[in-house]
């Protein structure tokens, strides 16, 4: 009788206080203060995918609430795996780890776990208990058996900086020489002189690398290196007052650098913009010289009889850039459906008039016809006429160009320009007068480049006004208040600060209304008004924007895309759609400080085997 409850004793603690541990049926009735309540709620609350498993030998019920537990292995790498298949780990999905990491211990235990060991739970009735985790050490796993990686980690990589080693190594640089300039560390020799040589080690492995990639193979050793170095320094050094000093003097002395630089560069890029390549100076000698060697009857152009045809396509090019207007003519051409119909009218100065006659003479645009003209035969074209002829050979503005003193006076170096002595620039707003049997012409600066046919802008429907040009005020810098002076009464009271500015470049011109509406007095008034410069600075759009102010047709932006001559981040799809690309800025395609990757839009229409251009070194 003894043996049998013995027995009977014997099989309660062996059998059923199991299934009082591990059914959801028996575990409600235990008290939820306990810690072994904790567990069973842990336990009931895992749920996983695949058929219903056994805990060694113990009968389990059949739940939604418990499927096929998940193998974790914590290693190095945070990696997830089934490999190991003698022992079983719980895992929590993250919602339930968030509810139940303060008040389970075992989870917190779990959490804990060191790099490189597996927890497991054994299935003894008593697996509650924190003495029934085992800690295993797993051996490292073949990177093939890998399933899947932390999700955290992955976005990590994923997002991290093609440039942050190349940051951290600067970084490292700056904060060495602010140690090796701090007196604790000059009392330090040992220290100084192992700084000294981190520091030339990374600036050679650092050289001239922008992203990671760039770097050398021992950049990360000698990364490490620096850091066990800094790490000395800052031992040395504990006194952060003096290390901010020194880090606010080192910025100050950066900005004032940064300011110099900038200047310098404005400065040297505006030189840059106003001289001559050697190969552009030779190439004007060599035309004239050849010209003259030409008889009369060879120094004519065919066709010109359609000079003043009204039902051709006209384009007006006003440039003393031989090369340039080759582009100009060659681009625009090369995409033309019907070439003969088409009519350039190039005016240029005296000094390049034969020369640009004989490029073309040589290098006629197919079946195009091409007209020369010096701007010194236009008789009509004079100070009486025209005021702004009268104001750019007045002393005051020689003054204004020619006089070191004068030079700091304004601090806008690009309305400076000598370009702007030259009446070639301002010979835009003469147009039918030099056209007088035209209806409407193209106007074309002489550094752009036609992609597509411009046929189109002859038939477009201007609705009365004056002007057809793209509008350029996605920035506000392209407004009017960027380019007039509203202080003054005269401006603030006639236009709007904030109206929309619009390109010139590629302007279609309807001469007829423009005579109708006598746009020519209406410029020479105003420019009569700025004779002293209080209006606008020098330049052609100011005026062009307030002769044509609320007489401009604002054209589709495909037509005419600006920027390539100072910015470098253009859109590439508006550059691939646009008509006309426009190298507008100082940063010319035909200089070497011209933007390299826009520069074979504009040297595809140049051919370099011609004889003139390799006499005169000219390559792309």
Not at 462 to 487: I, M, P, Q
Not at 502 to 515: S, V
Not at 589 to 601: C, H, Q, R, S, T
């Amino acid at each position: 009788m003894k043996v049998r409850h013995i027995v009977l004793g014997l099989l309660s603690i062996s059998v059923i206080a199991p299934i009082f541990l591990y059914t959801d049926r028996v575990g409600s009735f235990v008290n939820p203060s306990s810690s072994r309540r904790d567990f069973l709620d842990d336990v009931s609350a895992f749920t996983v995918s695949g058929d219903t498993r056994h805990l060694n030998v113990l009968h389990q019920e059949t739940s939604t609430a418990l499927k096929e537990p998940i193998g974790v292995v914590y290693s190095d790498h945070s990696t997830v795996t089934r490999e190991h298949k003698s022992t079983r780990v719980l895992s929590a999905t993250d919602e339930e780890r968030q509810h139940q990491q303060l008040s389970n211990p075992i989870r917190q235990v779990i959490d804990r776990a060191p790099p490189g060991l597996t927890i497991t739970l054994d299935s003894h009735p008593n697996a509650s208990d924190i003495s029934a985790i085992e800690l295993e050490q797993q051996p490292t796993q073949p990177s093939g058996k890998i399933v899947q990686e932390h999700s955290d980690n992955k976005h990590d990589r994923l997002t991290e900086p093609a440039d942050a080693q190349v940051r951290h190594l600067k970084d490292q640089l700056i904060r060495a020489k602010v140690y090796l300039s701090l007196p604790a560390i000059k009392n330090n020799p040992h220290v100084t002189r192992e700084l000294r040589l981190r520091v030339k080690e990374v600036t050679r492995a650092l050289g001239d690398a922008t992203k990671d990639s760039d770097l050398p193979k021992n950049a990360v050793d000698k990364l490490k290196a620096m850091d066990q170095s800094l790490e000395k320094g800052k031992q040395i050094q504990d006194d952060c007052a003096a290390v901010v000093k020194k880090l606010r003097a080192m910025l100050h002395s950066s900005e004032e650098q940064l300011r110099v630089h900038k200047k310098q560069t404005m400065f040297l890029t505006q030189l840059t913009a106003k001289t001559l390549p050697k190969g552009l100076h030779c190439l004007p000698l060599r035309l004239t010289t050849e010209y003259y060697t030409l008889n009369s009857s060879q120094q004519n152009f065919p066709n010109q009889q359609k000079l003043e045809d009204p039902r051709l396509y006209h384009y007006a090019l006003f440039s003393d850039n031989i090369l340039a207007a080759a582009v100009v003519v060659n681009s625009t051409i090369s995409h033309a459906k019907h070439p003969s119909d088409h009519v350039f009218h190039i005016v240029t100065d005296r000094l390049n008039y034969a020369a640009m006659r004989m490029w073309f003479l040589s290098n006629p645009p197919r079946k195009a016809t091409i007209q020369v003209q010096n701007i010194e035969e236009f008789t009509w074209l004079n100070s009486s006429y025209s005021p702004v002829l009268k104001q750019l050979g007045s002393p005051s503005m020689i003054d204004y160009y020619f006089r070191a003193h004068r030079a700091s006076s304004d601090s806008n170096l690009k309305f400076r320009n000598p370009k702007y002595l030259s009446i070639l620039n301002h010979l835009r707003f003469y147009l039918p007068e030099i056209f007088p049997k035209l209806n409407k012409v193209l106007f074309l600066d002489d550094d752009i480049v036609v992609q597509k046919d411009l046929t189109g802008l002859w038939s477009l429907d201007l609705k009365g006004n004056v002007n057809g040009a793209v509008e350029t005020c996605g920035e506000s810098f392209h407004r009017f208040d960027r380019y007039l002076n509203f202080s003054n009464p005269l401006i603030s009271k006639n236009f709007d600060p904030h109206a929309c500015g619009w390109a010139y470049g590629m302007n279609i011109f309807d001469l007829a209304e423009w005579r109708r509406q006598n746009i020519t007095e209406v410029y020479h008034r105003w420019q009569r008004l700025n004779r002293d410069r209080q209006l606008w600075k020098l330049g052609t759009l100011p005026p062009g924007l307030i002769t044509f102010w609320k007489r401009t047709y604002s054209l589709d932006k495909s037509w005419h895309v600006l920027g390539l001559g100072y910015n470098p981040n253009v859109n590439q799809r508006e550059i691939d759609r646009a008509a006309v690309i426009h190298y507008n800025g100082n940063l010319k395609p035909w200089l070497e400080i011209g933007i390299p990757k826009y520069k074979i839009y504009w040297a595809k229409y140049v051919d370099y085997e011609t004889v003139y251009l390799r006499e005169c070194n000219i390559n792309p």
